[in-house]
């Protein structure tokens, strides 16, 4: 049975660019939730989506969006990229919050 | 506004050592409390879930305990592959943000 799957593993972008990360749930998983991993702040939740719908939001800026596609998988999109935003982006699927699995996320580096 | 806290933020352990890490946690309501590891450059991987106080569950040397206001992660005779960050969350019944609270971890270390 497949994992979570995020890509890409790694990105490096430049202050002001704006990314779009990727992540493909288990299948049968219809929620997803995204974290942002710093060694600062730890794990801090961004947004889970549930049949193509946001259904709760963390204390992140607007420059945090994300989306899920009919299939369940989801991408996150961080628009105005700032050297804070470097990070660990993790991604989990659930069947039904009962049990989070979590994908190996993408490492994201600002300049 | 939900919290976890978890101590020791560092342990280092002698091979068969035995000890326990502690996740302290406020929520509204409990809908269950997670621990997770997480080896370097890589995401958490699931170890078990809490739902009542009183539960207990084990896995290999690892054996996760819960009350109403604190959960336990007990290590028996470590071995050096059981060196990572161990990660409680919690999870609550209540309140806006439905996503998994996080401590910030402890980084366990264990020494041949």
């Known amino acids: 049975k497949a994992g979570v799957t995020q890509t890409p593993r790694y990105l490096i972008k430049t202050r002001g660019q704006q990314v779009t990360l990727s992540c493909s749930p288990i299948?049968?998983?219809?929620?997803v939730s995204w974290y942002q991993q710093t060694p600062g702040q730890g794990l801090q939740f961004l947004f889970e989506?549930?049949?193509?719908?946001?259904?709760n939001k963390g204390n992140f800026p607007g420059r945090f969006s994300g989306r899920q596609f009919s299939n369940s998988r989801s991408e996150m999109n961080v628009s105005t990229l700032e050297l804070g935003d470097s990070a660990l982006y993790l991604c989990a699927s659930s069947l039904e919050a009962v049990g989070y699995t979590f994908g190996s996320g993408t490492r994201l580096t600002v300049v | 506004e939900d919290q976890v806290t978890q101590s020791p933020e560092a342990l280092r352990l002698q091979e068969g050592e035995s000890s326990s890490l502690n996740c302290s946690y406020t929520v509204s309501g409990l809908r269950g409390l997670f621990w997770y590891r997480q080896d370097p450059g890589k995401g958490p991987e699931f170890l078990f879930t809490?739902?009542?106080a009183g539960e207990e569950k084990e896995k290999e040397r690892l054996k996760a305990t819960l009350t109403k206001k604190e959960s336990f992660l007990h290590i028996t005779a470590p071995k050096p592959e059981d060196s990572a960050t161990y990660l409680c969350a919690v999870h609550d019944l209540e309140g806006g943000a439905d996503g998994l609270t996080f401590g910030k971890g402890t980084h366990l270390i264990i020494q041949p």
């Open positions: 989506y549930f049949s193509e719908t946001q259904r």
């Open positions: 299948s049968g998983h219809r929620s």
């Open positions: 809490l739902y009542s």
